[in-house]
């Protein structure tokens, strides 16, 4: 198992090598100079070049790249060219706004996602069935922006319920939260009752009610662990959904968060922060796919016995 | 000495509802069972051997069975009347089934000795857990199973293996009927003869009934006591192992089963299939449902539905009987 995880934490490195030349390229090739935008429209030629050697803007892209790697492996994470200060000072700023939000969105996606899903399951046929899988298909195939603003102006310009922008208080992470989670809680529901339609049908729940088992244990103790591995790779993939619909939804309810740091950097091409905040949030998603990885093998025996080499008996 | 009745099926019908149709696939079915003794469910594949022990644990999948008509009285009791949710003090308890599929009736996440512990606690709520502990391990030695394998998984056994977990996890509350659907077409022969043994031996200490259900008749003459020859979901020929293998009356199926035998008789040179198929339960045709593979046919047979001919106790659905009577 350990060896696994050396070898899982080792292949992150040729992940974040790969994202990080294609931002790198990304943020080089497209148009504008860094140094110009950040000056402004009244910048004169003589100040341009200045800051152009002081970003180390006049050397080749490939020195750039290197000098911005060799950096990050001795700790550097850059400096903003926007605030001049360390990226790594904005991120401790912005990520804690983006982890709340994807914390609770993760959270409600897991709770509700399953809970209905299940509930769905098991009364296949029924109205409620029904209204829930119609709802999760609608709810499904609707943009995420589009649900956020919707709800923006019922909730927050109509009814004033909650703020419309902004992270003073929690009253502001209300939307955001429901707008993240709605999309991919109702792929959850939909994956959930799927799986624990199929897991039903197996032979070992029929054993399990021919034990004396009642309902209650049949669905949680036999199906649901079953049922769990499908739903966790769902879960899983939906984390990085969840990373990628913070930064709209950041955007959309203007919250201070990474998502909104990458966008803005990405306007004036500040790219050692863009280039930063991304890495950080791949190597980020790549730890928690890792996590689920080993999840698994501690609910599938079978899985297991792959990742442990234990001889066989 | 009139011997106690411990399950009584009468006139159990099961029919499956399926997108292409209905599937006939128990017509009729009526036995007894006495206590103490094995009845034999013989018959070919698609019978509707397995759909009978289902109904009887009211297993049947919900959404596509129905058991449209019939009563099952275990004890005096029509199980078809009790509520769903109280069968599951009798599933396991008192009637417990062991699964045709050893290699998809066991739980893949749990360990073998975990799911025959759960057997134990279902209907033992009073014992502590080193108690349960204890039966299950004596449950797998019973098995023939060393108790040191018990957290192991399913997929780390054999398929012969995990049939003898079923076996174990079915007779650890010493039920009082015990359905066993081909408890050993997944084994080899020298664990299959130790597996018979072994359920003879529960049967004898415990006095336990037993539905065999099989389409081998040398488990049929070592184990059952009485027998029920079911063809197309209807019983067509019933009596005790005697009858069966004594008597030279049979219905023309169960001679054709015969013949098909290896080494049953001396006297017969070569094996003979019973030509044809069974029919399809989605349409099942008039008169005899045999009638169609049948050597004796005549025109009675395509159009009236043979009654039980009685001969002492040994019944034969069959029109070739009829004038005899
Ligand atoms: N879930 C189901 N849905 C539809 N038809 C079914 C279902 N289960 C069984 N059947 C049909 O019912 C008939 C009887 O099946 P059953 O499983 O009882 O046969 P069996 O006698 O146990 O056969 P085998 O010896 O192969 O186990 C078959 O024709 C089968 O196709
Ligand atoms: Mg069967």
Redesign the interface.
Known sequence: MTRYIIKRLLSIIPIVLGISIIIFTLLSISPGNPATLMIGREATDEQVAVLEAQLGLDQPLLTQYVNYMTDLLRGDFGTSWQTRGPVIDEIAVRFPVTLKLSVFSTLIVIFFGVTVGIISAVKQ?TKLDYVVTTSSLVIASMPDFWIGLMLMLLFALKLRWVPPYGASDWTGYILPVIVLSLGIMAMVIRVTRGTMLEVI????I??????????KRVIFK?AL??ALIPIITVIGNDFGSILAGAIVVETVFSLPGMGTLIVNAVKIKNIPTAMTATLFLAILYSLVVLILDIIYAY????IK?EFSRRK?? | MEKEILLTIKNLTVKYKTDDGIAEAVNNISFQLHKGETLGLVGETGAGKTTTGLSI?R?L?E?TAEITEGEIIFKGENLLDIPK?EM??????QI??I?Q?PM????????VGSQIE??IF??NRDLTNPQIKEKADEMLELVGITPE?RD??P??FSGGMKQRV?IA??LACDPELVIADEPTTALDVTIQAQVLRMMDELKRKYGTSMIMITHDFGVVAKTCDTVAVVYAGEIIEYGTVQDIFEDDKHHPYTTGLFHSLPNMNQDTERLQPIEGLMPDPMALPAGCKFHTRCPHCFDKCKTVLPQDIDFNGHMIKCHLYSKEV
């Open positions: 046929y049908r197996q032979d070992y029929r054993t399990a009610r021919a034990k004396g088992a009642d309902e036999h662990k079953n609910i599938d025996p079978r016995a066989a008996r | 644990l297993l999948p959404r949710n599951s003090v009798i599933r396991g308890k417990s089934m699964f599929d998809t009736s066991l739980n893949p996440v749990y360990t759960e057997s279902l209907h394998r192991d998984y997929h780390q079923v996890m079915a």
